[in-house]
């Protein structure tokens, strides 16, 4: 049973290191004019999929996690919604998830870098805590938002901010994680 649940935070930490890099490196190479075409596809996506969450939930046998799964389609419908009525909605959204991701991922790479690394007896765990401070302070960046009225900077202050986040998630991971050496014969 642990081991599961250690093989699953593994792989999640691995897939949002993945996430978040494809994310960071697409916002760094894309033109401030595609903006609205990736607003209105962003829309287009959580609209289908809160669609979806609700037939899903028709057809479920409305377990806990069924209502769940159903307020959690309907958010993002709403959401969704707002990325077609509301123009700027696209960039307040990453906005805040410049902000928010950052402050989650620094702060989580700070407890685990006092819980794990430094106990693990590795060396160089500190450098994980310089680069999780550091993931602070690009969401003071997110907070101040000195790009405000350049929608170029913007997005590729946002890009970088999440490329760095990805980064710092696959450090704290090479750091953390347990190595098996095997034993020679």
Do not use: Q
């Not at 028709?58 to 990325?83: C, D, F, H, N, Q």
């Not at 060396?123 to 003071?140: D, H, N, Y």
């Not at 986040?165 to 050496?181: D, E, G, N, Q, Y």
């Amino acid at each position: 049973m642990l081991f599961d649940s250690l093989d699953w935070m593994k792989r999640s930490t691995i897939m949002l290191t993945i996430v978040l890099m494809f994310v960071g490196w697409a916002l760094l190479l894309m033109p401030g004019e595609y903006v609205p075409f990736l607003s209105s596809a962003l829309g287009f996506f959580l609209l289908v999929s809160a669609v979806v969450s609700v037939l899903t939930f028709a057809e479920s046998s409305k377990a806990l996690i069924s209502y769940v799964r159903l307020v959690g389609g309907l958010l993002g419908g709403t959401v969704g919604l707002m990325l077609y009525l509301i123009d700027g909605a696209f960039v307040a959204l990453l906005t805040i998830l410049m902000t928010v991701v950052p402050v989650v991922l620094g702060l989580y790479g700070i407890f685990h870098a006092f819980a794990f690394a430094r106990r693990s007896g590795r060396r160089g765990w500190w450098v994980l805590v310089i680069f999780s401070c550091f993931l602070l302070v690009f969401a003071l960046f997110g907070i101040l938002n000195p790009w405000a009225g350049d929608l170029g900077g913007t997005i590729k202050v946002i890009g970088g901010s999440i490329m760095y986040s990805a980064l710092v998630t696959a450090l704290s991971l090479v750091w953390i994680w347990p190595f098996r050496h095997e034993e020679e014969a």
